[in-house]
């Protein structure tokens, strides 16, 4: 459902209030940017990002409740499952074939 | 470096004795199959399929110790980072949409 480029995706439209300059920050276009947004504002139960409208420096885009909480929510699997999983990624990685050989 | 797919593949060369009818089980074509694991035996420092040739029943393949050691470490990540997230899962998918409506 989530993945790390729409996490990233929210994370930028949090900082920077707006979806074209977010996508812009990831390399996106205009309309994939709107593509995920959208796609996310159908999958959960409420909008994850809400368009503003108007005011002095025009338009721009925040981020909901749902928006934020499911950010927060997904940064918190990354973290406890990359913690729970460090010592089996430690040992995979021992396989490797060493590179620089 | 593995996913689900390389590691079902494993899982089923170690059933079935054999990289076509492993793939085929997958619904995958033996070129595809074969280059998975072309892949990971290139990925790791030693190979994680070996061919056996001749004997009554024709050539097959078996799983390496290395083979058997990763398969093991990528199923044991699994369970742990599905453990370790499951609460964030949970509480994710309370956002999602009920579809049922």
Not at 1 to 15: D, F, Q, S
Not at 54 to 64: E, F, K, M, Q, R
């Amino acid at each position: 459902m989530m993945g790390p480029g729409k996490a990233e995706l929210l994370e930028r439209i949090g900082h920077c209030g707006s979806i074209a300059a977010a996508g812009r920050e990831m390399g996106m276009s205009y309309k994939r940017a709107w593509m995920l947004i959208e796609t996310m504002n159908a999958m959960f139960s409420a909008p994850v990002v809400e368009s503003t409208r108007g005011g002095p420096g025009g338009g721009g885009a925040v981020l909901t409740g749902t928006g934020s909480e499911v950010l927060r929510l997904y940064r918190a699997l990354e973290r406890s499952t990359a913690e729970a999983g460090a010592a089996e990624v430690k040992e995979l990685a021992a396989h490797l074939r060493d590179m620089s050989e």
